[in-house]
């Protein structure tokens, strides 16, 4: 009658400890140590349903994202939406303008918000990818193309 009852509860408790409580090793957690990784590696995480999708392990960033380093995201994302860094998926360059726009508007904003807060680095860097973001959006815009590019 117990066991009927932890039946439909639809779970167990297993102790995977690997020292019993008087501190000796148990034998059987290399089994289960192997078992569970299985079960890990067998699970669904979410969106792996997507046929697109790919888990990739990465180790955790060594650095600390810094402003420098997030300027550059948004600066590298603003590239990429005015076609100027291929799709890693499909090694094709697209162009979204309204994308960019708005990752360039960003950028702006944070200029705005930080003025007088910044170190000289920084605000140099800040400031030099605006004006080279605002004159490659304003020149796709207007229809026209960079020389060798």
Do not use: C, W
Not at 22 to 40: F, H, L, M, P, V
Not at 99 to 105: F, G, H, L, T, W
Not at 116 to 126: D, I, P, R, S, W
């Amino acid at each position: 009658m117990e066991d009927e009852k932890e039946e439909r509860r639809g779970f167990q408790v297993r102790d995977r400890r690997r020292f019993s409580e008087t501190g000796e090793a148990r034998e059987d957690t290399e089994a289960q140590a192997t078992d569970a990784s299985k079960e890990a590696a067998a699970t669904p995480e979410a969106g792996a349903s997507d046929p697109g999708f790919e888990r990739v392990d990465r180790p955790e960033a060594a650095e600390p994202v810094t402003f420098s380093t997030f300027v550059l995201g948004l600066s590298t994302q603003a590239l990429f939406h005015l076609g100027e860094i291929p799709d890693p998926v499909t090694e094709q360059a697209t162009r979204d303008l309204v994308a960019a726009k708005q990752v360039i508007d960003i950028l702006g904003v944070l200029r705005e918000k930080t003025r007088n807060n910044l170190q000289a680095g920084e605000e140099t860097l800040l400031d030099s990818v605006l004006y080279d973001l605002r004159m490659r959006y304003v020149e796709l815009a207007r229809g026209g193309t960079k020389e060798g590019r």
